[in-house]
């Protein structure tokens, strides 16, 4: 390591004092060891340190570097050697060095090789140069920029030869976004040319043409579509066409390339689609013609058949698969089949039909064959090619008027089993009126038989007093030609076998065949028909009788032509004309606007089925402009599906019944009013009271304890008592009066918090104590140890404790126990939470369960035989449920007369 000559820390010093010699020479044995040059100058740029492999990469011997060389002299070295390719290096090191730039410097040497220099300086204005070789990372650099040069080059041939495709050619990269595509793809999507740039997504490009109306197929599902398309491009699965608006046809392939991106080419093949339809439009043509056709027509190949139209199958009675690949001449009988083969090979120089008979197999009406016949045909032969090897043959069936004459017979049988089957009565007369056939169920209908009532007149059918009528009516038809009934349907009266009259519905006809004129006519039995009617109008009348009954209009919704049904009775209800009303619009006109809004959302949810039935009242404004409240009532009813189509229900005055609720409502407010006045009251007057009463127990109790003096005579001494007990008295009344106001008035809070039940019952027991001993009572107390501790107000809870037993010792002869008790059962499984209870039992007087609830109201009380051996209020108990409850627990009284009355309390514990 050189030695600084300039008397400067060397940039490797540790901030201290003095830097340790074996630190030095360590630094200064790793930056020899390795391949990267550093040279160190100081802040006058004077070298104080370089490592051989600076020297090395400079190309310069190692005592060519001194310490203390200036970095321009160094400068000048490297020129004199003309080791740097750049003629200006000095000139543009130096302006670099000046203007302290940091960045990294590449310099070409003349040997080929390039280094780069990195710059960096120390906080005491040190200067670091490192030198590395990048030649390699050059060479890299040269090669990889000569490939992009070649990769362009082959990208603008394949431009270029993409360009010259008749085809239209597009690739997509990984992401789908267009990176190329050649004119015949821009052409093929007209309008879209400024879309169809490298960048745009695939989904963007089809979106644009199918919103642009350019793909045929899209235009009645377009989202579809386009979805489908999307999943096809994503997972080729071979070649598909598309139609575009313009008639073009193209045969689209596309394929994924392996670097994740698509290409896709598309071929125009319009012409051959069209050219191919047209070929498949004229066969179609022409096989439809054959198979139309009422004859045989067959095309042999080597005298056996290979094709054979329907109407061959139907003459000779086999199925395609029997006659296929079978010899025409096999089906003629053993001694035509000669004939047939003649026929056949002549290849049509006949220029007649030749009449061959052929056996066939005739399909009966069941279905099932019969055995072969003769069916007799007239055949004639066309040569299909000039070899002869195909021939087409065509057979004209002969039996085909033998065969309609049958059908004609069989259609007639046919007609009289549908004329035996029917349910309504055919009838056939003659200009004369004499009955010519009688059908079945026209037996059954007036109880006679065919055989009974031909050739008699048909007024035999008809009631005695309309059968002239009947007859006028054919005369005057025969005369006048002037119809009154025939065509027409009407109901008329009809008498059977029996002589019973019933009412028929009659129709009828006009026939004439062969210069004879018939009549027929069709009858139906209506009498279960006019029953139905009859009941029916009676359900009507019942219901109509109803709904008058109730007061209440009736409505009906047609959902589906969105009209309105409104009865009469809605003008006698509502005021509402039912003409005025014939569409929901005009309804929703009549109600107030800040009913409307409520009535829309009852109709929703009964619409969607959130509600079992519609319910609501709204104001109306009738046809004098007054406003009634009404009650609109409904059922919706649903098709299979759920829709609703129809609704109904009914519609009813409450005008009245909301004037009253009203009424209740502001009597309701008023008692509660009057309710808080007298509560606030009280409360008043409590404290009013309790001043001066204060002052008349305080100065009653010092004349009574003599604090002043002895008080004569004696008897004021008693008298000062009696003035004290009393005020004490009055002041506990106050106290529970302002109590109960502050109850009523929710203003009554507790201060709660933890509190012994033992310490609680013990101090209650003490100051009722006296009053039991001189009732002659007898006190009990049972407190199970360990209770928990309650959380609440110690003075409110000794006020419920008092109450009760002064109430039980009040209220319990002399000889008679109160007993207090007090425990906490364990939580059974349901319970997550114990429970404290307290119960005060006495074995006095009692009372009725139903006198219950009446002790539990203020300033009430039980009349009973010892109700005023005390004088009270009747504010103890309902102040003791009140502060019951404040402290989170129930009160339940169980008593019977002559036997005494427990009350329990439960009061929540609280887990510490």
Not at 41 to 57: C, G, M, R, V, W
Not at 391 to 402: A, F, K, N, Y
Not at 790 to 819: D, H
Request: glycine share 8%; with cysteine; hydrophobic share 40%.
């Amino acid at each position: 390591m050189r030695k600084n000559s300039s008397g400067k820390k060397p940039f490797w010093r540790l901030p201290r004092s003095t830097a340790s010699h074996e630190f030095q020479t360590i630094v200064s044995a790793a930056l020899s060891s390795v391949s990267e040059g550093v040279a160190v100058f100081d802040s006058d740029d004077h070298l104080i340190y370089s490592n051989p492999s600076y020297a090395s990469l400079l190309s310069l011997p190692d005592h060519a570097l001194p310490v203390g060389l200036p970095f321009t002299s160094l400068l000048s070295l490297l020129a004199e050697r003309g080791a740097f390719a750049d003629p200006f290096f000095v000139e543009h090191r130096l302006d670099h060095h000046q203007k302290r730039h940091n960045q990294p410097l590449d310099h070409a040497l003349k040997n080929g090789r390039w280094l780069r220099e990195r710059i960096s300086r120390t906080l005491e204005g040190q200067t670091v140069l490192t030198l590395s070789d990048i030649s390699t990372v050059k060479q890299q650099a040269q090669t990889l920029e000569q490939s992009e040069q070649e990769a362009r080059a082959m990208r603008a041939r394949l431009r270029q030869a993409i360009g010259s495709m008749n085809e239209a050619f597009v690739l997509f990269d990984a992401d789908d976004r267009l990176v190329l595509c050649n004119t015949r793809f821009v052409e093929g999507l007209p309008g879209l040319g400024s879309l169809l740039v490298p960048g745009t997504s695939f989904e963007e490009i089809v979106r644009a043409a199918v919103d642009s109306g350019l793909i045929a197929s899209a235009r009645s599902h377009p989202e579809p579509w386009i979805q489908q398309r999307l999943l096809d491009h994503r997972a080729p699965r071979g070649p598909r066409e598309i139609e575009y608006a313009d008639g073009r046809t193209v045969l689209l392939r596309e394929a994924r390339t392996p670097d994740g991106g698509a290409v896709a080419i598309e071929s125009d093949i319009t012409l051959r689609r069209r050219a191919e339809k047209a070929l498949a439009d004229s066969e179609q043509r022409h096989r439809r013609l054959v198979e139309l056709m009422p004859d045989l027509v067959c095309v042999l190949k080597d005298g056996l058949i290979g094709y054979i139209n329907p109407a061959g199958l139907r003459i000779l009675g086999h199925g395609e698969d029997t006659l296929i690949g079978c010899a025409l001449a096999d089906l003629a009988p053993p001694d035509q089949q000669a004939t047939v083969r003649a026929v056949l090979q002549d290849r049509g120089k006949f220029e007649r039909w030749h009449r061959v008979p052929l056996m066939c197999l005739p399909e009966q009406a069941t279905g099932q064959t019969v055995g072969p016949v003769m069916a007799p045909l007239e055949l004639a032969v066309l040569p299909l090619c000039d070899d002869g090897s195909e021939l087409m043959v065509v057979g004209r069936d002969l039996s085909e008027i033998q065969q309609a004459n049958d059908a004609t017979l069989a259609r007639e049988r046919q007609l009289d089993g549908i004329m035996n089957t029917v349910v309504d009565g055919i009838i056939t007369i003659d200009h004369r009126g004499r009955i010519e056939s009688f059908n079945t169920a026209a037996e059954r209908i007036f109880g006679y038989t065919a055989a009974e009532v031909a050739g008699q007149p048909v007024h035999m059918l008809i009631p005695s007093g309309q059968r002239q009528m009947h007859g006028q009516y054919l005369e005057n038809y025969l005369e006048t030609g002037h119809k009154k009934i025939i065509g027409i349907g009407r109901e008329e009266v009809a008498q059977r076998k029996d002589g019973t009259v019933f009412p028929i519905e009659l129709a009828v006809s006009e026939l004439r065949i062969g210069g004879r004129i018939l009549f027929t006519g069709v009858v139906r039995d209506i009498t279960e028909r006019k029953e139905a009617e009859a009941a029916l109008r009676a359900s009507e009348e019942r219901h109509q009788l109803a709904i008058s009954g109730t007061n209440e209009a009736i409505w009906d919704w047609d959902v589906r032509s969105d009209c309105v049904y409104f009865s009469p009775h809605t003008w006698d209800v509502l005021g509402v004309h039912p003409q005025t009303v014939q569409k929901p619009s005009q309804w929703l006109a009549l109600i107030c606007r800040e009913d409307l809004p409520a009535f829309r959302e009852a109709l929703r949810r009964h619409l969607k089925g959130l509600t079992p039935f519609f319910s609501c009242s709204y104001r109306i404004t009738d046809a004098d402009g007054a406003l009634r409240w009404v009650q609109h009532r409904g059922l919706a009813v649903r098709d299979a599906r759920g829709h609703v189509y129809r609704m109904a229900g009914s519609l009813g005055d409450i005008t009245a019944r909301r004037k009253a609720e009203d009424d209740l409502i502001v009597a309701k407010e008023q008692a509660e009013w009057a309710n808080r006045a007298k509560t606030e009251f009280l409360a008043n007057m409590s404290h009013e009271l309790r001043t001066p009463l204060n002052a008349i127990i305080g100065f009653s109790e010092v004349i009574y304890s003599e604090l002043f003096g002895v008080v004569t005579p004696s008897s004021y001494k008693e008298y000062a008592y009696n003035i004290l007990e009393s005020g004490r008295h009055l002041l506990d009344v106050i106290n529970d009066i302002l109590d109960v106001s502050r109850v009523e008035a929710g203003e009554m809070t507790l201060h709660p918090e933890r509190v012994a039940f033992a310490d609680i019952a013990d101090s209650a027991l003490r100051l009722v104590s006296v009053r039991a001993s001189d009732a002659g009572i007898q006190m009990r107390s049972t407190i199970e140890p360990d209770l928990p501790d309650m959380w609440g107000e110690p003075r409110r809870l000794k006020q419920i404790l008092i109450n009760l037993l002064g109430n039980a010792i009040k209220f319990t002869p002399s000889g008679g126990s109160v007993a207090l008790r007090a425990f906490c059962p364990p939580a059974t499984g349901l319970e997550q939470a114990r429970t404290l209870i307290i119960e005060v039992q006495d074995s006095g007087i009692g009372m009725r369960a139903e006198d219950i609830p009446r002790a539990l109201m203020p300033f009430q009380q039980i009349d009973s035989r010892l109700a005023r051996r005390y004088e009270g209020t009747g504010l103890g108990l309902p102040l003791t449920v009140a502060f019951v409850r404040l402290h989170g627990g129930d009160l339940q009284i169980t008593s019977a007369l002559e036997q005494g009355t427990t009350v329990r309390l439960s009061f929540p514990v609280r887990v510490w």
